[in-house]
């Protein structure tokens, strides 16, 4: 393998766009993982079971309404048969003692058929009033969920924003560092940090290679000391490329 030789500046800026780009990976991964999402797909999915709830609420009460109106309609005529009956008798239009009579009876029927029907109307009044209060309790509770979801909404919104911020400085920072570096150290650093979680280059500090946390043994530490400023170090144990630094204990 060709050695790759760069600055000791370069060198350094590569530990600097290290930094930025670890950053830029948490910041990335910070965005993805909000509690905000989390809570916004739990309140959608409230509000979803909500809406099939209150179709289910609507067409109850419709069908109540329905009923009542029915219960109303075939009241209508028998009314008005007892009305006509009662009008009859009183004005004495039936002479005829036995016609009397069956129209007697008859007003009487008519006033029991007269008071069931209206017993079973209000028993369905009874059900469409709670039905419309069930209704009214959900619409309600719709209602505290959409302002539940538009606030964790702005509220994620309001995170990703300052988050973006961030990232948009960051790309900046990286924009400026990336030219400083030459080429070929840039595509080793990228080559390496694809499988390696992202970090291509660590620093050498106190011995140790702060990519895989592995202090480097003796005889490498003596190889690392006699090598050139401008060489590339790699760690032995993880791969990475190592930096030099005044911590580095050489
Ligand atoms: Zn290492």
Redesign the pocket.
């Known amino acids: 393998m060709r050695a790759i030789r760069a600055d000791k500046s370069a060198q350094l800026r590569l530990l600097d766009l290290q930094t930025v780009d670890t950053t830029l990976a948490q910041l990335n991964h910070r965005r993805q993982v909000l509690p905000q999402h989390a809570m916004i797909s739990k309140l959608r999915a409230e509000r979803a079971a909500l809406a099939s709830d209150l179709v289910a609420a609507d067409t109850r009460v419709s069908d109540l309404e329905m009923e009542q109106a029915k219960a109303e309609t075939d009241l209508e005529p028998v009314r008005q048969r007892l009305s006509r009956n009662q009008t009859r008798i009183a004005n004495g239009a039936v002479a005829d003692p036995k016609a009397l009579s069956s129209m007697v009876e008859e007003v009487d029927h008519l006033k029991k058929r007269i008071s069931d029907l209206e017993d079973a109307e209000l028993e369905v009044m009874e059900q469409l009033e709670a039905a419309m209060s069930g209704r009214e309790k959900l619409r309600a509770r719709a209602e505290q969920i959409d302002a539940d979801l538009a606030e964790a909404i702005a509220d994620r919104d309001r995170h990703l924003a300052a988050l973006d911020a961030e990232i948009s400085e960051l790309r900046e920072q990286r924009a400026e560092i990336g030219p400083l570096i030459p080429s070929d150290l840039l595509a080793l650093y990228d080559k390496i940090g694809a499988t390696h979680g992202g970090v291509g280059a660590?620093e050498l500090r106190a011995r140790r290679?702060t990519?895989?946390?592995?202090e480097v043994n003796a005889a490498e530490l003596r190889a690392f000391s006699a090598a050139a400023e401008d060489e590339v170090l790699r760690?032995?144990?993880?791969?990475?490329i190592?930096i030099r630094t005044a911590q580095s204990g050489l």
């Open positions: 660590a290679c990519g895989c946390q592995l760690c032995e144990e993880c791969g990475r190592l």
